[in-house]
């Protein structure tokens, strides 16, 4: 069983809807949590990176950490079709370093 | 062009060959990986290094080999290569954030 556990849809929403993505892990030393974004056909693409509990916004995304039910999530707002890509969460501890990745959702955002 | 660069994009290679998929960065960051991706598997780690001359094995390392003699350089041998090494590679690194490369489509036929 991975560390990091993610639904790998697909997921499909409206162009402007509200978009929730989650992850769950099962490693309690993970302080360190990542979103990737990754386009077909190319690299991953960092797109949040937080440090234990708590919410992170930059733009329309929001990151979400609840260490205490080790559930991770992504809200992105007015979703966009540009958005249309896989989501990776990433995460890891303090003491490794190599980053522990869900499978990916893949989003699909129609006009 | 600061970054990271896998090189080749692509390749064909047939069953058996010895096959060497690059990776180099420009940040000088000390941590660098190579994962593989595959449908249903998602990013699989291969190996990572702490620093030049430190590497250790990820969650499917066999079949593969790596060096690190320079800090920004982070080759990815296989030795002889089988079709179930046919995947797309990725190689990253990092300081605090992780950034990846473009990735090496390698078909093995």
């Known amino acids: 069983q991975k560390e990091v556990e993610q639904d790998p849809g697909p997921l499909s929403v409206p162009e402007g809807a509200i978009v929730s993505l989650n992850c769950t892990y099962s490693?309690?030393?993970?302080?360190?949590f990542m979103w990737y974004r990754q386009y077909s056909r190319k690299g991953p693409e960092l797109l949040m990176y937080t440090y234990s509990s708590g919410n992170k916004e930059d733009g329309r995304f929001t990151a979400q950490v609840d260490k205490s039910s080790k559930y991770i999530s992504l809200f992105i707002r007015d979703s966009q079709p540009s958005d249309s890509a896989t989501y990776l969460c990433?995460?890891?501890?303090?003491?490794?370093?190599?980053?522990?990745f869900g499978k990916g959702t893949s989003l699909l955002v129609t006009p | 062009d600061a970054g990271i660069t896998q090189s080749p994009r692509y390749k064909i290679t047939e069953t058996g060959r010895q096959v060497t998929l690059m990776c180099h960065q420009t940040w000088s960051h000390s941590y660098m990986f190579w994962y593989r991706q595959d449908l249903g598997h998602g990013l699989r780690l291969i190996y990572y290094?702490?620093?030049?001359?430190?590497?250790d094995k990820g969650e499917v390392p066999d079949g593969y080999v790596v060096s690190r003699s320079k800090t920004e350089n982070f080759p990815l041998t296989l030795e002889s290569a089988t079709r179930s090494q046919t995947s797309v590679y990725f190689c990253?690194?990092?300081?605090?954030?992780?950034?990846f490369g473009q990735g090496t489509r390698l078909t093995v036929v």
């Open positions: 990253a690194s990092k300081a605090g954030e992780a950034f």
């Open positions: 990433a995460s890891h501890s303090n003491s490794g370093y190599a980053l522990n």
């Open positions: 490693n309690s030393a993970f302080q360190y």
């Open positions: 290094s702490a620093a030049a001359d430190i590497t």
